[in-house]
């Protein structure tokens, strides 16, 4: 598996290193945002494995990125923001999957078989059908520049008719 570790934290990076390559992983490796982003539109990954705590932009800017772009690959958030809206706000800004620090490596693995064997396809975050716009992660639905509010069921219902 073609894999893009984003972490700035050179304990973590050689860890990784050792352990992934070990288990057959192509690893390209960066620190910073700036460099993810660029990498993440230049090559083919099947996973990316970011950490939230990278110099800008930092990792959930980074994953809205890409999926603002269309990149679908999967991303999994490892970091050590353990908190709970840490995790909601990792997978509402498009994350595939959250892993705190410290992990397990073979927990790691077993994440990254599970997401790769996903097939990345399109999934955007927000829909829009003319001029409405729905927001699944915000439950938030505009038409033009008025909100419109809706109950859960009306919502759902909303949704899947999107």
Same mark, same amino acid.
């Given at each position: 598996?073609?894999?893009?570790?984003?972490?700035?934290?050179?304990?973590?990076?050689?860890?990784?290193?050792?352990?992934?390559?070990?288990?057959?992983?192509?690893?390209?490796?960066?620190?910073?945002?700036?460099?993810?982003?660029?990498?993440?539109?230049?090559?083919?990954?099947?996973?990316?494995?970011?950490?939230?705590?990278?110099?800008?932009?930092?990792?959930?800017?980074?994953?809205?990125?890409?999926?603002?772009?269309?990149?679908?690959?999967?991303?999994?958030?490892?970091?050590?923001?353990?908190?709970? =809206?840490? @995790?909601?706000?990792?997978?509402?800004?498009?994350?595939?999957?959250?892993?705190? %620090?410290? &992990?397990? !490596?073979? $927990? +790691?693995?077993?994440?990254?078989?599970?997401?790769?064997?996903?097939?990345?396809?399109?999934?955007?975050?927000?829909?829009?059908?003319?001029?409405?716009?729905?927001?699944? =992660?915000? @439950?938030?639905?505009?038409?033009?520049?008025?909100?419109?509010?809706?109950?859960? %069921?009306? &919502?759902? !219902?909303? $949704? +899947?008719?999107?």
């Amino acid at each position: 598996m073609r894999l893009l570790i984003v972490e700035d934290d050179r304990e973590v990076i050689g860890l990784l290193r050792r352990a992934l390559n070990r288990d057959g992983h192509v690893l390209d490796v960066t620190e910073n945002g700036a460099e993810a982003l660029w990498l993440a539109a230049e090559c083919s990954y099947d996973v990316i494995v970011l950490d939230v705590n990278v110099p800008p932009p930092d990792g959930f800017e980074i994953c809205r990125r890409l999926r603002e772009s269309g990149d679908w690959t999967p991303v999994i958030f490892l970091t050590g923001r353990q908190d709970v =809206a840490d @995790r909601v706000a990792g997978l509402d800004s498009g994350a595939d999957d959250y892993l705190a %620090k410290p &992990f397990s !490596l073979e $927990e +790691l693995n077993a994440r990254l078989r599970a997401v790769a064997r996903r097939r990345a396809q399109e999934r955007p975050t927000v829909l829009h059908v003319g001029d409405l716009e729905i927001d699944p =992660a915000t @439950r938030r639905v505009r038409r033009g520049q008025q909100d419109i509010e809706l109950t859960s %069921k009306e &919502f759902a !219902l909303l $949704e +899947l008719l999107a």
